[in-house]
């Protein structure tokens, strides 16, 4: 979009060039060489505008409706309830509906925070008075230790309990590999071994001490008396004094509520196959935590237990949910009479059974160290920091360790050099030894292909393949992981000081003083000479493979305009090529366009006469049919811009397109002729000009000023 007049003045008053990229870019040299494809429709390449952004992304009337109904999936699927549906969520929802003990999984899977609250709990297991809970977990084990003395019939009832809900659980393990038909009855009668153990010790407690109007008089400890029904309905009493306790405990809480929540969700999804909205699923648990306090209730977030229970029991729609509300409802107007009986220590067993499963096994520990082993020192250092301080630190401890070893990933991103090798497709029929290869190791009757393969043989490849240069003063790099702020300094480091291991200057004597050299190229020792037979390659081009880049920013953008300078100076008086592959994001391939990137420079205007373009070129869409049955002839199209004046030869693709058989057009922008479809492509329009430049400045021995 051209600039107004106002937009001009302005600039020109705010001392702006809008014209920058005219004056640096060489239009018509470029659009000559599309031009004399005349076989092949020209695609120039439109870039991205803000104001286009702004139009894609305005919020709409449509987009509003949209975001209202995915805050109600309720809607999507209730007139579509059935019978069916409805048996699958009484059975799940009553299923989990009598598991009404809480599972106290605070940190969401932590196994430090589960081996804290087992620890916890282990003095009410034991029927042991006086040990402070609430201190660091590896002092309430050290007091619980000095206290065993003092355990009483609690640890009886707590104890028996314990072993009894593992012993349950194995033995419906093992009776539902016995019997495979019945799994699914086993697994319901595991799943309500806490319904079955509480109640058998609350019958216990009662026959014990059914004369007990106090549970200070009980044998052993009891719960007590719990109020019925909801005894803090209302709006709920902030105080300054509530807010200022709980502050500390805010980014823990919600880290944990949103990380158990998301995740809980994303694998429950993955297994009944269908699609989470995390922006659907945390509206949701605000709206739960917004209006649960005006009924007494805590913080709440996705349990996983219950969850799976819903799984394994059938669940079909979120409906489920009213049949458990309905069941803890029942318990808590019509058994809080009965939960008077409550043995503290069989509660603290369930507490521990429940809060076991939490704890990491060994075996997978060590799959994590299979596949992160950095990740598992992390893990090691949240475990420990919880047992030693507390389940704050350690969730704030692993959480900004993961964030660092991410950004330390990405500043020490690394980067690989590439190397070109002959790829032969062989298949079991073609795999004998009657396959032919000529003196030179190449094929004769297998379909090959170019591949690029890192040069350093440090990513797994056979180190005994042969990898080859692109061509003499080629290279192509490959970034590792994105290029941005964080690691476009180290990428450029490792770059040129490859590129000035690999090459000599294109005039090794250019400096006509010793002060005129920089501190950093002081040349030679003193008295020695210039070695004028270095048979290093003088540099020609870069060919940079953008695969895992999506985004740039204007750092990574100043980063590669710096170090085009820098190479420019050193392969003086030749101008460095700089070719890139698979861009496939707009955006970059205008910050990359703005930067003067994606085609030939000014600076090489001699050579402009000679350059050779080579564009990818596809068939459209009515001729794709009758290109395909010609079979994979050439990708790409070449021709002279010499052409233009005398279009006597043509290769490659534009020999088929003038046969009439079908319609061929450029892949990508003709109007940036940089950027290639892939590695092959940049490399082989690299190396055509490099060719093309060796003829005919006959530089390609090394030069002395005179």
């Known amino acids: 979009m051209a600039p107004s007049k106002l937009s001009r003045g302005l600039a020109k008053a ?104 087992a620890c916890g709990q282990v003095p009410a297991l034991l029927g042991i008075k006086g040990v402070n809970t609430r201190q660091a977990t590896y002092l309430v084990i050290i007091d619980t230790l000095k206290a065993l003395p003092g355990a009483n019939i609690g640890a009886a009832m707590g104890l028996s309990a314990l072993f009894l809900l593992y012993l349950i659980r194995w033995f419906c393990g093992f009776m539902s590999n016995r019997q495979p038909n019945w799994k699914k009855f086993w697994f319901f009668i595991g799943t309500l071994r806490m319904a079955f153990v509480i109640l058998l010790y609350i019958l216990i407690s009662w026959l014990v001490n059914r004369n ?36 500390p405990d805010l980014p ?119 596949v992160s082993p950095l990740e598992v020192v992390i893990f090691f250092g949240g475990v420990f920091i919880t047992i030693f301080t507390n389940i704050e630190n350690g969730i704030y401890f692993t959480v900004a360790a993961s964030a660092a070893l991410l950004l330390l990933r990405l500043a020490k991103a690394k980067g690989h050099f590439m190397g070109k090798v002959r790829i032969y497709r062989v298949t079991k029929d073609t795999a004998g030894k009657d396959v032919p290869f000529n003196e030179k190791g190449e094929s004769l009757g297998v379909q090959t292909r170019e591949a690029y393969i890192p040069v350093q043989k440090d990513d797994g490849t056979n180190p005994i393949i042969d990898i080859q240069s692109p061509y003499p003063g080629v290279f192509v790099y490959r970034f590792g992981e994105g290029f941005n702020y964080t690691n476009c300094a180290h990428y450029m480091d490792v770059l040129s000081a490859h590129v000035f291991k690999e090459t000599r200057r294109t005039v090794l004597d ?122 994979p002839k050439e990708r790409t199209a070449s021709r002279d811009e010499e052409d233009v004046i005398a279009p006597t030869r043509s290769v490659g693709v534009a020999q088929l397109a003038n046969r009439g058989d079908g319609k061929l057009a450029a892949v990508q922008g003709m109007n940036r002729p940089f950027f290639h479809i892939d590695v092959a492509a940049a490399v082989e329009s690299a190396t055509a000009n490099a060719e093309a430049k060796g003829e005919v400045s006959g530089r390609s021995s090394p030069t002395e000023k005179q």
Do not use: C
């Open 14 to 117: 705010l001392f702006i060039d809008l014209d920058y990229r005219k004056n640096n870019e060489p239009k018509e040299a470029v659009h000559s060489a599309a031009e004399s494809f005349e076989s092949i429709e020209t695609y120039e390449e439109r870039e991205p505008t803000v104001a286009e952004y702004l139009y894609y992304h305005r919020p709409t009337a449509a987009g509003g409706v949209r975001y209202i109904k995915s805050l109600f999936p309720f809607w999507q699927w209730i007139f579509h309830y059935n019978l069916q549906w409805l048996l699958g969520d009484v059975v799940a929802g009553v299923t989990v509906g009598f598991v009404f003990i809480p599972l106290v999984a605070i940190t969401s899977f932590m196994t430090g925070a589960a081996f804290s609250i």
């Open 212 to 247: 007990v109007d106090k549970a200070a008089d009980a044998k052993f400890r009891i719960l007590g008396t719990v109020p019925s029904g909801f005894q803090h309905t209302g709006t709920p009493n902030i105080s300054t004094g509530l807010i200022s306790a709980l502050a």
């Open 252 to 370: 823990a809480t919600i880290i944990v509520l949103i990380i158990e929540h998301i995740a809980i969700s994303k694998s429950f999804g993955r297994i009944n196959n269908y699609v989470i909205d995390p922006s659907q699923e945390l509206v949701a648990v605000g709206f739960t935590n917004l209006f649960g306090p005006f009924l007494g209730a805590y913080p709440a977030t996705g349990s996983f237990s219950r969850t799976a229970i819903k799984s394994k029991a059938g669940v079909r729609t979120p409906l489920a949910g009213i049949f458990t509300a309905v069941i803890v409802l029942l318990a808590l107007y019509v058994l809080t009479s009965v939960f008077f009986y409550i043995p503290m220590a069989s509660l603290a067993g369930l507490i521990i059974h429940a809060v076991g499963d939490l704890i990491t096994p060994p075996n997978v520990v060590y799959q994590f160290w299979e």
């Open 510 to 631: 250019k400096f006509e003083k010793l002060g005129d050299r920089p501190w950093n190229d002081p040349g030679p020792r003193r008295g020695a000479k210039i070695d004028l037979n270095d048979s290093r390659p003088i540099l020609r081009a870069i060919v940079l493979d953008f695969a895992a880049v999506n985004n740039v920013d204007v750092t990574s953008i100043q980063t590669l305009i710096d170090v085009r300078n820098q190479l420019d100076r050193y392969a003086d008086p030749e101008v460095v090529e700089w070719h890139f592959a698979n861009v496939t994001n707009r955006w970059t391939r205008r910050a990359l366009g703005v930067a003067g990137f994606g085609y030939p420079s000014l600076k090489d205007e001699p050579n402009l006469g000679r350059w050779k373009p080579i564009f990818s070129v596809a068939a459209t869409d009515a001729s794709s049919e009758s290109i395909e049955k010609k079979g």
